[in-house]
């Protein structure tokens, strides 16, 4: 079975830290870029951090010097370090890969003292 698996949410205070893992297994084939989107309350899902097979990373604004993507060893599985976290973070978060479009059932990052 193919699936993407995320770890690593939480609750956590304005200017704390997380880190998020995911994970694919099965039949996945090539990969093109693994990526993190969120999806806030009453909001569309967005983009928050891409990387593509090649090592190239692309995050949006609003994370940008705040979070960093990384690759494991497992090429399979990458993370999401979150610092200095804030409020308006607050989402769940998925795992995407591409090309297949395939996407993980997403972690919950609550920001909130």
């Known amino acids: 079975q193919v699936q993407l698996v995320e770890s690593g949410g939480g609750l956590v205070q304005p200017g704390g830290s997380l880190r998020l893992s995911c994970a694919a297994s099965?039949?996945?084939?090539?990969?093109?870029?693994m990526g993190w989107y969120r999806q806030a309350p009453g909001k569309e899902r967005e983009v928050v951090a891409i990387?593509?097979?090649?090592?190239?990373?692309e995050y949006s604004d609003s994370v940008k010097g705040r979070f960093t993507i990384a690759r494991l060893s497992a090429k399979t599985t990458i993370s999401l370090q979150m610092n200095n976290l804030r409020p308006e973070d607050t989402a769940v978060y998925y795992c995407?890969?591409?090309?297949?479009?395939?996407w993980g059932k997403g972690t919950l990052v609550t920001v909130s003292s």
């Open positions: 990387m593509t097979s090649g090592g190239f990373t």
């Open positions: 099965g039949n996945i084939g090539s990969i093109y870029s």
């Open positions: 995407n890969l591409r090309p297949m479009d395939l």
